[in-house]
């Protein structure tokens, strides 16, 4: 398996082939598809091994959260099978079109795509900088290496793996899956070991029901945000591939993943200090585990910013940038990497994660307008009309769709940040129905999602008949 120089084709041929991919956002074609579900386990699977997973877990015991542990068991489930439902959906998409999703989000956004392509290729170079603050830091606990080169060793890694593309990253997350489920295994049983099961809530009535959908509405998010990248991972799968079994085995790859390593820290939630790297090595009490933690931390951020790196890339290209994809992704590594810098000489990154959460909220609307368009499509759609930019139609009505949405949302998110643009604008109606009814329930991600749906829907349903003939 051994890396060789860009195919004819611009695009790997079979599983282990690890030709860099040159293809950009042009459709797969069907006899040039290959793979199986199982690689569809693994490569959703394994990005959830991660310390962020860990320390969502651990927010059940926040003073605004005070969960329980089997309330918090309970919100763990329904949260990640409700997150993963949009990502199990959506990638059902990728070997119906051979097109990955952002590109293929062209179909409802039209030219429009330009701000939630640029939008979300932002975003995952925020993400890739604060990852890899943990997987630098693990690295730099265990060898004693400065902050620089640990940093500099897994952007390069993961630089590697965005650029090479689709099959590297597959290949990765295939044989890592069975590494990083091996090292927490003994990490689980580790922490077990100190575990507070017996923890009860700390609030009750409908102060305790507005914790519980919190706390679930923040797992949710957790995997939610991968709806971005659904059939970026997709789209190589032969166009037979069972859209149940997609749908099925991605809700269980990230149930199973996130739920797990969440669930780990909701364990040791009263033990945990903050979110970082030197807490799970304190719990873990240092020696052989903490070692042992300190490589799966920085193995799992490999893992984790190659998909930011390689979706990346394919964001920018559908916002109708210009660029090779295999460019484009090395810049979002380089891009991420100073960005890691910038975020570890002070005290940006838990504010600049605030920020990104409360950007987060836009991912619900967005993926309302992507999926109301496919079912208007009956599913079908020619995506060679995608390819080019400057044929694409306005798509201002799902733009419009998207923001409204989000608009309406706000009032009842529960943010961090949002808090804050609300104490610094108050005619901002940020998380007001959160707090003032809901009792501190967060359901913005619902009523974004179904406000753009109806909006899309009606728009697309009022527009001329010919309007709606799939593509």
Known sequence: MAVEALSPEGMPTHAGDLSIEGRGIEPIPADARYGSLGRIFTVWFTPQLVPAAFFVGTLAAADFLKVGFVTGVLAILVGNVVGALLVGLLGTMGPATGMAQMPLARAAYGKSIVVPGLLNWLSCIGWDGINSIFGAAALSLLTGMPFFVSLLIIVVLQAALGVIGYEAIHTFEKYMAIVLGAMFVVLTIAIFGQASTGRADGFSGADQIGAFILFTTICASFV???????????????????????????????????????????????????????????????????????IAIALGTVAVNALNDYTGSLSLLAAGIRVPRVASAFVVAVLGFLFTLYLNSGDFAGKFEGYLLFLSYWIAPWAAVVLVDWWLRRQRLNPMRLVS???????????????????????????????????????????????????????????????????????SRMMPATSQEPM
């Open 224 to 294: 939610l945000a991968w709806a971005l990248y659904a059939s970026d991972y997709s789209r190589y799968l032969p166009t037979n591939t069972s859209s149940f079994g997609i749908f099925w085995v991605t809700l269980l790859a990230l149930t199973l993943g996130a739920g797990w390593i969440e669930v780990l820290g909701l364990a040791v939630a009263d033990k945990a200090t903050g979110p970082s790297v030197g807490t799970i090595n304190t719990i873990l009490g240092g020696g052989l585990l903490g070692g042992l933690a300190m």
């Open 389 to 459: 930019f400057s044929a694409l139609p306005s798509g201002l009505l799902g733009l419009v769709s998207l923001v409204i949405g989000f608009l309406v949302s706000l009032p009842f998110q529960q943010s961090s940040y949002g808090e804050e643009l609300h104490t610094r604008y108050p005619f901002l109606p940020i998380n007001v129905i959160s707090d003032n009814v809901l009792h501190y329930a967060d359901l913005a991600y619902v009523v974004g999602f179904v406000v753009a749906a109806v909006i899309f829907w009606v728009g």
